[in-house]
């Protein structure tokens, strides 16, 4: 079955801009988990949505938003962006995420550099 | 708030040989699970093996082999007869609830 798909891979965006980054889950998987990961700061979670809803936030100002459609895929949104912002951005896939997932399935991530 | 350590940030081994890497962590819970992730260069994050907190048997996935000291809050990975393909950036991952919490990883090389 087709893995998780993470669109696009690099992206190019100068301060100030906003940024919109897509995940198209494993199909049937109903929880997405998004991470942004920096050599100074290791992996950090950012948010999880199961069923179109946000179930869990991690540590990260408003201006990292994210959304899931109807049928699983999600967006992350980053408005005004920073360049401390430049960072690799994973998302992965459960099927029910939570303390009933037992392995998430990573995609390639998403190169954000802002210049 | 649940932590997980990795003390070494880079190990090498040679070629055919076996390393140990390391991970503690920190959580009050009694029930959750334990991964260990490598990530090539291709980024890609790859389950190599996990293992439920409440199973006291050491799981082993072909080469790979975990050592889990529930009661120290161990976690290392042992990776035997190395090959050049298990070069990459290694996290220990702990999940309980909504979300994971991963080390800081652990850079592996391997030396032909």
């Known amino acids: 079955k087709a893995g998780v798909t993470q669109t696009p891979r690099y992206l190019i965006k100068t301060r100030g801009q906003q940024v919109t980054l897509s995940c198209s889950p494993i199909?049937?998987?109903?929880?997405v988990s998004w991470y942004q990961q920096t050599p100074g700061q290791g992996l950090q979670f950012l948010f999880e949505?199961?069923?179109?809803?946000?179930?869990n936030k991690g540590n990260f100002p408003g201006r990292f938003s994210g959304r899931q459609f109807s049928n699983s895929r999600s967006e992350m949104n980053v408005s005004t962006l920073e360049l401390g912002d430049s960072a690799l951005y994973l998302c992965?896939?459960?099927?029910?995420?939570?303390?009933?997932?037992?392995?998430?399935?990573f995609g390639q991530g998403t190169r954000l550099t802002v210049v | 708030a649940q932590t997980v350590t990795q003390s070494q940030p880079e190990m090498s081994v040679q070629e055919a040989e076996t390393v140990t890497l390391s991970c503690t962590y920190d959580?009050?819970?009694?029930?959750?699970?334990l991964f260990w992730y490598k990530q090539p260069p291709s980024r890609q994050m790859i389950l190599v093996i996990r293992?439920?907190?409440?199973?006291?048997q050491n799981a082993t996935e072909n080469r790979f082999s975990v050592n889990f000291q529930k009661a120290a809050k161990s976690f290392s990975l042992k990776i035997s007869d190395s090959q050049l393909g298990d070069a990459a950036m290694y996290f220990c991952?702990?999940?309980?609830?909504?979300?994971?919490?991963f080390g800081p990883g652990t850079r592996l090389s391997v030396l032909p």
């Open positions: 293992q439920e907190a409440y199973k006291q």
């Open positions: 992965a896939s459960s099927l029910r995420g939570g303390a009933w997932s037992t392995e998430a399935f």
């Open positions: 199909s049937g998987h109903r929880s």
């Open positions: 959580t009050s819970e009694s029930d959750y699970y």
């Open positions: 949505y199961f069923s179109e809803t946000q179930r």
């Open positions: 991952a702990y999940c309980y609830g909504q979300n994971f919490v």
